[in-house]
């Protein structure tokens, strides 16, 4: 394994958990967003 392909995989890793971060926080904040009164 080269360093390259080390490195690819390591950045996919890393965006594959930012975008479940994301998602989760959005749930997060709709959910927040639908109980509050407005």
């Known amino acids: 394994m080269n360093l390259d392909s080390l490195h690819l995989?390591?950045?996919?890793?890393?965006s594959n958990?930012?975008?479940r971060f994301m998602q989760k926080h959005?749930?997060?904040?709709?959910?927040r967003e639908q109980?509050?009164?407005p």
């Open 17 to 19: 958990c930012m975008t």
């Open 26 to 31: 959005g749930d997060e904040l709709k959910r």
């Open 9 to 14: 995989a390591t950045s996919k890793q890393a």
């Open 35 to 37: 109980n509050s009164p």
